[in-house]
């Protein structure tokens, strides 16, 4: 009988823990407040640049999050991957080797359908024909006139801006052509410098391509987003020598051609894309509190002038579930 008792104690007990390992935590909404004063404790109508802005809380929640307003750190925008702006394209060249004329062509196009690759041994690699026909069948925009290109020597040319807004309402592939001639000594072309910026209205600029390769950080405004790439290709019916572009991650683009009299063309593509003229970097807070932190107040420096909505985010949080209030501050800085 006892035998039985203890034994229906223990299923009891079990259950009972098993039905508060089943039921859902619950968690209160934040109760949390934020003031600016100065670190005396008077709250200024405005503050000085590098004045230090003491925000004091009230409550404890587990977790606060910090938006400065300042670019970069705008609450508002944390979600914001496009916006209408001005989409200018920025590169220099150096030419040198020869005195061919007309060996490099800018051009831009919003149908060509990007690199094909294919699976060999379980591995990835480029189909090099499928690509030169996807070039081939794309149709190419010249934007060599809209460039200023250098005409020789050592000095790198700045190209000057190229406004592609016209091509904003689509992604966009940009592309260097390189043509070499028969009958004399081909160009060597160097290209750096290259990007594509985003700029709006408000004045904020937003790095959208460069030479970066996918694998490494654009940074705009300490946020980080990724360039497209670059892909170089060459037709070998078009290109029996194989002069090709040379990538260097994030530094340059170089091309050389026949150092002595060509007795045979040499036609070589270098790629980017596909390109969002509209594309922005999101905004990001900063985390300035964990759950088993204690934080009553926050220091911070606004340096410039300025009207800017600091925002904090509290958040209780559980496995199963979060609540958060969101609170805004103004502060002037004048």
Known sequence: MKRNMRRSYIIAIAALALAAC??????????????????NGSAPASFAPGDTVNFKFTGNPNLITFYSGEVGKRYQYINRTQAAGT????????????????????????????????????VQVRDTAATNANI????????????????GGTAAVPSGVIDLSTYAKTPVYIAFKYNGAVGSIQNKWTITNFAINNVLSDGTSYTVANLNS????????????FSPGWAVSYDPAKNSNNYAWVY?????????????????SAEAWAITGPVDLTKVTPDAGVAIK??????PNYPYVYTQAGNYNAVFVATNATADASKTTVQQVPVTVK
Do not use: M
Not at 140 to 148: F, R
């Open 22 to 39: 089943n039921k859902k935590q619950e968690v209160p909404s934040p109760n949390f407040g934020v003031t600016a004063v100065k670190n």
């Open 87 to 122: 989409a200018q394209l920025q590169f220099s060249t150096v030419r040198a080797s020869g005195t061919q004329t007309g060996s490099l062509s800018l051009l831009i196009s919003t149908d060509f359908k990007g690199v094909v690759l294919k699976t060999l041994a379980g």
């Open 136 to 151: 081939a069948a794309a149709s190419w925009t010249d934007l060599t006139a809209q460039a200023t290109l250098s005409t």
């Open 214 to 225: 996918p694998a490494k950080a654009v940074t705009n405004y300490g946020n980080t987003s």
């Open 248 to 264: 260097t991650d994030g530094t340059s683009l170089v091309i050389t051609g026949s150092a002595t009299t060509a007795t045979a």
């Open 290 to 295: 964990a759950i088993i932190a204690q934080l």
